[in-house]
């Protein structure tokens, strides 16, 4: 199970954002992806392996951690980053879980 | 360019069945597991299972196991999600994705799913 904090999160453009996810066992090899989910569009992978951007994103987006906590920062918000971000763990064998998401809102 | 097109939309009875597709283009559509993920209204992602296109061999989500059959074609290379017996509660839009764990990932663009009496 990924248990993400908070659950929504008000800032405002330009400032930082950090997302917490917690599995509830070690994730293995660190397979651990955050993606970004707006109405109307597909999920956006932005982080895998726990900290490699994804192509195409951004280098205000930065993923860390290992083992049972995660992190993904958003260094400076812009007004497009505002949207849902789900973490997802895809470690040794199936099933692979979402976490239930973090919904990051203009305050 | 890699694309996942899923079809269009769909409004089903209760108890009717129904088969959704997943056609990929543009990379090698034996090499990944198509993935399916389900999301309700206004809820989260949900990770359904995934095909294995090569020989259509899936694996499942407990939580649908039984509910829900995944399938790939892979002459045509097209994945399919069906049910036999829908329920009001498998409204929902569905995605089918390559989640590959790495730097490859990509999408459809959703099916909405509508079971209404």
């Known amino acids: 199970v990924l248990t993400q904090s908070p659950g929504t999160l008000s800032l405002s453009p330009g400032e930082r954002a950090t997302l917490s996810c917690r599995a509830s066992?070690?994730?293995?090899?660190?397979?651990l992806a955050w993606y970004q989910h707006k109405p109307g569009q597909a999920p956006r992978l932005l982080i895998y392996?726990?900290?490699s951007r994804a192509t195409g994103i951004p280098d205000t987006f930065s993923g860390s951690g290992s083992g049972t906590d995660f992190t993904l920062t958003i260094s400076r918000l812009e007004p497009e980053d505002f949207a849902v971000y789900y973490c997802?763990?895809?470690?040794?064998?199936?099933?692979?879980?979402f976490g239930q998401g973090t919904k990051l809102e203009i305050k | 360019e890699v694309q996942l097109v899923q079809s269009e939309p769909e409004v089903k009875k209760p108890g009717e069945s129904l088969r959704i597709s997943c056609k990929g283009s543009?990379?090698?559509?034996?090499?990944?597991?198509i993935t399916w993920v389900r999301q309700m209204p206004g809820k989260g992602l949900e990770w359904m299972g995934r095909?294995?296109?090569?020989?259509?061999?899936?694996t499942y989500n407990p939580s649908f196991q039984g509910h829900v059959t995944m399938s790939a074609d892979r002459s045509i290379t097209t994945s399919y999600l069906q049910w036999s017996s829908l329920k009001a509660s498998d409204t929902a839009i569905y995605y089918c994705?390559?989640?590959?764990?790495?730097?490859?990932?990509?999408w459809g663009q959703g099916t909405l799913v509508t079971v209404s009496s």
């Open positions: 994705a390559i989640v590959s764990g790495y730097n490859f990932d990509y």
């Open positions: 066992q070690s994730v293995s090899n660190n397979y």
């Open positions: 997802h763990q895809y470690g040794s064998s199936p099933p692979y879980t």
């Open positions: 543009g990379y090698s559509f034996t090499n990944y597991w």
């Open positions: 392996g726990a900290s």
């Open positions: 095909v294995d296109p090569p020989d259509s061999s899936a």
